[in-house]
Each structure stands twice: as structure tokens, then as C-alpha cells.
């Protein structure tokens, strides 16, 4: 009989098993850790032991599992857990592959991340990443059929489609052989299948189902498994009884206030000397006429009022016969004690502690404070290696869900996966500020510790040793840190040089414009110097110190021109050689051209001629020939 799906290398894994158990014998079942079904082997349908009853009680406790979810102290709970586990951002993914352990080529792991990337899209992970984790999480276990296109297998998964657990089990069938030298009974080969009816197990009977094959069908628990290893319990289970006894405890409550808070009233009526039959129905009448008949539904907290049923909140009627007090009405005080609620605390604090969440979270805070490390209690870090570890085991399903994807389309074979598998891990997204904490903490305790030993390093201790025991840097840490601090070195310095040519170019600049800023000022002060020349005259009377003064001046403004002619020529950039005239006329001095333009000197690098006039310099420090008509 060929089973509904498909099955990854069949007929060689059948071959291998047989194969194995000629070298390989073992007389112990496999640990049942899934929740399969052992079932002695006598072809394809087996002795099934007790599977009927199996089946209900494990459906009853999805059915218990579900109820429990909706209920407010536990959706609360599970909010908490399940938006830790899994966050869901507008921007990034909520979970990604990390190959960085996997050895092998570039290009394998650069498919194996796009195939993964596929499978979140498959799952919708990226929406519905949240509720697949709820769901697995509440229930204890998750199936999805794999669709594949059975013309070619090689397209790899087509679709992945969500199974209730309640109308499927997993099948383990064992067939045995007996030692002929010890008689005793050992393991000769097993089968895995899946049993799935549309209606579900309760009652469908044994033998009634489909029966899928292992590979086609991805099944995800919590590991959890009840004292007889025969199903799987979810992470609720053990909320099961705290839960029922707040509940409990909660209703008696509610009736207890209810009977016992308002003040009743004792009526005393007087009967005469009544036969005892007429003084009943006469107290009877007066009740009916005056009472108020009030009851609680325990079901949906309503309080009616009902006639038919007797009640605690009712008032006391008593007759009384002749001889003693007349008719009387007394009033009965009510309870004092309405306010302790110690014995709800207590059942709700076992509640969030079954269920693994910090009592701090649930309580109502007025605000939120990220605090310090020490200030965060042991719950709190439970809770973080709580969430740790059911990431991990719900890290299962991308496992399976990768494996027949990279068969069918044969990036890897089953042995390779095996070894890949190892080297897979999956980053999730974390939104646990106690993290960011406790990091930046030990960053700062480290540092610390870094400026006490900082004098001795070189002395006592080496560089190295302080970078792997304080600063707990491992050797692939200080390689990726040496190359990044060489490559900011030179970039570092590049931008040195950068910096180092932008000022020299501005220092140049800022000279060449005091240059232009020292010539205007001479210009001004000449015109000065006319208008004084005009009103006093030149001074004719000269000793012959200032004309010597003014020689010396005169050569001292032609070597400062000079000076700047050749800082000028430096600076200038390099131009092509241009062709040489046959003799270079002789370059004369600022002296000489005032001397054939009849000028005389008058101080502050100025020249004039014998009517006044003032002569200037152009921007090269050259006399010009012509006067200044201004």
C-alpha cells in the first residue's frame, strides 16, 4: 500500500534500515519526545493499543488548552510571552537565518537564505508570525501539510497548509525480531506515518483514516510530555489547576459579599392563639406580600430575582405567639470583613507563575522604567531564558520546513543536511530593553576595570591578555577590530592631508590679500600725503638723515616686492615651457624706473614727481608709468 504524500528517498532509506539492523541491534523502543502512537508492526495496520481513548483525552485537553486561552488573566499572559518572543516591527523581519557558522561555499548559503527568505512568505510569517507562535504555544503542537508538484518534485514546496491537531496523530510502527541465541526481542525496523481523519479521532475508530507520509506533513510540540510518554501536554497545562481554583475562589467571593453585605431584617409575627396549620400560612402570606427574592447566576454574574428558589439574601420571618412581644422587625448586621481579597492574590500570583511571567508585569504600574541592571529582579531574567528556549524549540519548524526544501530542489542531500543543520541558527528580533541593560553594564564595569590596569599593561600585563580577559574579546573579534581600526587609520589620514592642503591654500590666500589690503592702504595714505603737499608744500628743508631715511626705506620696499614676486612663482601652478626670446632685456628695479620717470621718493613705498603728484604701485609691486590723475 502506497501512502497519501510523498516520502524523501524511500526506497533507500527502507533499504538502509534493514541494512542497519544486520550491525546495528538495540531491543529499547525509541524515545516517544512526539507524541507518537506505538503500534506493534503486522503490515501496514497494526495491534493499535488504546489509540481510541488516546485520541479523546488528548483532544479534550486541546479543547481545555483553547478555553483557557480566552480567558482575561490568561490572554494577558499570553500577550506578554508571545509578543517577547516574537516581534513584529514595521521595518526589518522578525526572524533571519545566521550561516555564519555553516561551512560551506558562498554561494550554497546565499540560496539557503533565499529559500529561507521563501519559507517565511509561505507561512506568512511576516503577518501571521504572531499568531502561528500563540497557536503553537497554546495548543503544544502544530501541523501543516507540505504541497508539492508531484510532475516535479525539484520546484521544491508549493504550499504549506495548516492541520487542527485534533483530527491528526502521528504513527509509529514497530516490528520486531527475536535473538536466536539470547531470545531476546529486538528492533528490526520501524515506520512513520500520520493518521488523519476530516471528522476527528474521537469515536472515527481505529482503523479509519488516511495515512500520510512522514516527510509531507511538518509537525512542531512543546516537548512536554505527561508521565506516560503517550501525548504531548501544552505549556498551559500547569496552569490547568490554579486557574480553576481562582475561579473558584472568585465566584465564593462574589456569593459571600452578596449574602453577607446587606443587612437583613428579622420580622416577628404575631400569630394569636392560631392553629399551628393557620399561623404558617398566615406568616406565609405576609412573606409573599412583602419579600424580595434575589439570586446569582454564577454564569454570567448577573444578579435576577427568582421566586422558585430559595436564597441567602432572603429576610427571616419567625411567628410568635400570644403572651409574648407583639409583632417586631429587627435588622441583622452585615459582614465587616468585605474588603480582604488576600486569598484572589494568592491563586492569581500561582497563576502568572505557572505560566512563567514576572508578577511585576501583570501588576498595574503608573509608569514604565528601564531602571538598571540591579534593579531587575530574578524573575525577569527567568522570564528572558524562558522565552530563550521556546524560541528555540519553535526554531523546529523553519528546521523541517528548510530540510524538504533544500532536498526537493537538491542544494543538499539528507546526509548533508544533517551536517548543515548543526550550523543553523536564527536570530530573533528582541524588544527586551533588560538585554540593552545589561550590556551596556558590563561594557562600563569592564571599562573600568580597563583604567585600573591601564598602568601596568606592558609592565604586568600584555596588550592582548587585557583584550581577552577584560575586555573579553575573542581572536575573531580582535581580527575584525584590527582591520577596522587600519582601514579608519587611513582614512584618518587621507583626510589629514585633505585638511592640511585646504589650509595651506587659505593661509596663501589670506597672504595674498594682506598684500592687496597693505597696497590699497599705501594708495589712501598717498592721497593723504598730496593733500598735505598741497597746503604745506614739499619739504624742502630735509635734513640730510630723512633723505638717507628714505633711500633705506626705498630699498627695503624693493626687497619686499621682490620677496613676494618669488612666493608668488612658487605658488603658481606649473605651466608648459614657453619658447625663450633670443636675449632677455634686463630687469630694472623700482629705483631705476622712478629715476627715468623723474620721481622722487617721499616715503611709504611712494613716488612723485616735481609738481606733487603721486605715482602707485600696480598688484605685482610694479611702478607704474603713467601718474596718478586723481
Known amino acids: 500500500m502506497k501512502l497519501f504524500g510523498f516520502e524523501i528517498g524511500n526506497a533507500k532509506k527502507e533499504a538502509e534500515v534493514v541494512d542497519q539492523t544486520a550491525n546495528q541491534k538495540s531491543f529499547t523502543l525509541p524515545q516517544n519526545d512526539d507524541g507518537a502512537v506505538t503500534v506493534a508492526g503486522a503490515g501496514y495496520y497494526g495491534t493499535y493499543v488504546d489509540l481510541d481513548g488516546t485520541f479523546r483525552n488528548e483532544t479534550q485537553l486541546i479543547t481545555k488548552y483553547r478555553e483557557l486561552a480566552i480567558q482575561p488573566e490568561m490572554e494577558s499572559a499570553l500577550d506578554e510571552i508571545v509578543n517577547e518572543a516574537v516581534v513584529i516591527e514595521d521595518s526589518g523581519k522578525s526572524v533571519e537565518i545566521n550561516l555564519d557558522d555553516l561551512k560551506a561555499p558562498n554561494n550554497i548559503k546565499k540560496i539557503i537564505e533565499g529559500e529561507f527568505d521563501y519559507i517565511l512568505k509561505l507561512l506568512n510569517f511576516g503577518n501571521m508570525g504572531h499568531d502561528i507562535f500563540r497557536r503553537w504555544y497554546i495548543d503544544g503542537r502544530l501541523f501543516y501539510h507540505v504541497v508539492i508538484d508531484d510532475v516535479d518534485p525539484s520546484l521544491g514546496i508549493q504550499e504549506v497548509k495548516y492541520i487542527d491537531p485534533r483530527r491528526i496523530r502521528k504513527i509509529r510502527e514497530i516490528q520486531k525480531t527475536r535473538d536466536p541465541n539470547t531470545g531476546v526481542e529486538l528492533i528490526k525496523r520501524q515506520i512513520e506515518y ?22 509531507s506533513v511538518i509537525n512542531v510540540n512543546s516537548g512536554i510530555m505527561d508521565p506516560k510518554q503517550t501525548m504531548v501536554l501544552s505549556y498551559l497545562h500547569k496552569s490547568i489547576k490554579p486557574f480553576n481554583n481562582l475561579r473558584m475562589v472568585e465566584d465564593a467571593t462574589v456569593i459571600y459579599r452578596l449574602s453577607r453585605a446587606p443587612e437583613r431584617r428579622v420580622f416577628y409575627i404575631d400569630v394569636g392563639n392560631m392553629p399551628t396549620v393557620k399561623a404558617e400560612q398566615y406568616v406565609r402570606d405576609i412573606m409573599v406580600k412583602y419579600r424580595n427574592k434575589l439570586v446569582y447566576d454564577s454564569n454570567t454574574g448577573e444578579i435576577k430575582d427568582d421566586r422558585k428558589h430559595l436564597s441567602m439574601l432572603e429576610d427571616f420571618w419567625l411567628p410568635r405567639r400570644e403572651g409574648s412581644k407583639g409583632t417586631e422587625i429587627s435588622t441583622l448586621e452585615g459582614a465587616r470583613n468585605l474588603g480582604e481579597l488576600e ?42 531564558k524562558f522565552i530563550t528556549r521556546i524560541r528555540n524549540k519553535f526554531s523546529t519548524l523553519f528546521d523541517d520546513i528548510l530540510r524538504v526544501q533544500l532536498v526537493l530542489k537538491r542544494v543538499c542531500t539528507e546526509e548533508e543536511w544533517k551536517e548543515f543543520k548543526e550550523d543553523i541558527w536564527y536570530d530573533y528580533k528582541k524588544d527586551n530593553n533588560f538585554d540593552e541593560i545589561k550590556d551596556a553594564e558590563l561594557l562600563n564595569l569592564r571599562l573600568d576595570t580597563l583604567q585600573k590596569v591601564d598602568p601596568f599593561v606592558g609592565k ?44 595651506a591654500v587659505q593661509q596663501q590666500q589670506d597672504m595674498q590679500n594682506q598684500i592687496a589690503f597693505g597696497a590699497q592702504q599705501q594708495i589712501a595714505q598717498a592721497q593723504v600725503d598730496k593733500e598735505v603737499q598741497k597746503i604745506t608744500g614739499p619739504d624742502q628743508g630735509a635734513s640730510k638723515s630723512e633723505a638717507q631715511g628714505r633711500d633705506h626705506e626705498s630699498k627695503m620696499m624693493d626687497k619686499k616686492i621682490e620677496l613676494e614676486r618669488m612666493k608668488q612663482k612658487k605658488s603658481a601652478p606649473a605651466k608648459a615651457p614657453e619658447k625663450k626670446p633670443a636675449k632677455a632685456a634686463k630687469k630694472k628695479t623700482v629705483a631705476e624706473e622712478a629715476k627715468e620717470l623723474d620721481l622722487i621718493y617721499v616715503g611709504n613705498g611712494k613716488y612723485a614727481n616735481k609738481g606733487g603728484t603721486v605715482t602707485h604701485l600696480n598688484e605685482n609691486g610694479i611702478l607704474l608709468p603713467y601718474l596718478n590723475k586723481d
Do not use: C, H
Not at 198 to 208: D, F, P, R, S, W
Not at 360 to 372: A, D, I, K, V, Y
Not at 473 to 501: F, P, R, S, V
Open 343 to 384: 486569598d484572589v492574590k494568592y491563586f492569581q500570583s500561582k497563576l502568572y507563575k505557572s505560566l512563567n511571567v514576572p508578577v511585576s508585569r501583570m501588576e498595574p504600574q503608573q509608569g514604565f522604567s528601564l531602571g538598571r541592571t540591579t534593579e531587575i529582579n530574578r524573575d525577569e531574567i527567568k522570564f528572558n
Open 194 to 215: 500520520y493518521l488523519y481523519n476530516e471528522k476527528g479521532m474521537i469515536g472515527a475508530g481505529t482503523n479509519l483514516g488516511a495515512k500520510i507520509a512522514s516527510d
Open 460 to 503: 604586568y600585563y600584555s596588550v592582548m591578555w587585557v583584550r581577552k580577559n577584560i575586555l573579553q574579546q575573542t581572536d575573531d573579534d580582535i581580527e575584525e577590530i584590527n582591520a577596522q581600526m587600519e582601514e579608519e587609520g587611513q582614512i584618518q589620514a587621507q583626510m589629514d592631508q585633505a585638511n592640511a592642503e585646504a589650509m
